[in-house]
């Protein structure tokens, strides 16, 4: 009885490290903010007092001008690992080729046949047919968003093959 005891209790200690763990990798910035963000929006306009008169209006106020900065400053950053030309030994050639090709041919190809699938399945009104087929095609058309390069410093990947990657698809 004693080692079945010892047993279920080493298997709660390893639950509970692997839990913790899990806890940690969700609790990073990003997942947070979008978690907090939706929280807010969900709550509703009537439970928020306009910035101006709000007791920390100042404060909302501020992170919102930091946050009108985050496209320009995204795109110092790109300039700035890629400000000595993309580093070309950084990558093998195939793979940029891959990368390249699979998010500007092979997503629209992908996102084409979703939008398909759901154009046979769902009835979209004639009205909204061809702004979905612009969206389908404008949102997996696109290359690969500047904010890549500020997530791999922080995450201390190599960047500089990242910017490599992000030049490459928008030369194509």
């Given amino acids: 009885q004693s080692a079945s005891r010892d ?16 806890v940690q990798r969700l609790l990073v910035p990003p997942v947070l903010g979008v978690s907090l ?16 008169v709000a007791p920390l209006g100042w404060l909302d106020m501020g ?5 009108a900065a985050a496209v320009p400053i995204n795109l110092i950053l790109l300039g700035a690992a890629l400000s000595r030309g993309p580093a070309r ?12 090709l699979a998010r ?3 997503m629209p190809l992908c ?11 769902v009835s979209v009104p004639p009205a909204v047919a061809d702004p979905f087929w612009l969206v389908t095609l404008i949102v997996t058309c696109t290359p690969t968003a500047n904010n890549i390069v500020v997530l791999c410093e922080l995450a201390g ?7 490599t990657t992000i030049f490459y698809q928008y030369t194509a």
């Fill in 7 to 22: 047993g279920a209790l080493r298997l709660c200690r390893l639950a509970a490290a692997k839990a913790w763990v899990l």
């Fill in 37 to 52: 963000g939706a929280l807010v929006g969900m709550l509703g306009n009537g439970l928020v007092l306009p910035p101006e």
């Fill in 63 to 67: 992170i919102s001008k930091l946050g």
């Fill in 89 to 100: 030994g950084e990558l093998p050639r195939l793979n940029s080729l891959g990368v390249v």
């Fill in 104 to 106: 500007l041919v092979l």
């Fill in 111 to 121: 996102g084409l046949a979703v939008a398909r699938l759901l154009v046979a399945h």
């Fill in 157 to 163: 990947d190599n960047k500089h093959a990242c910017s």
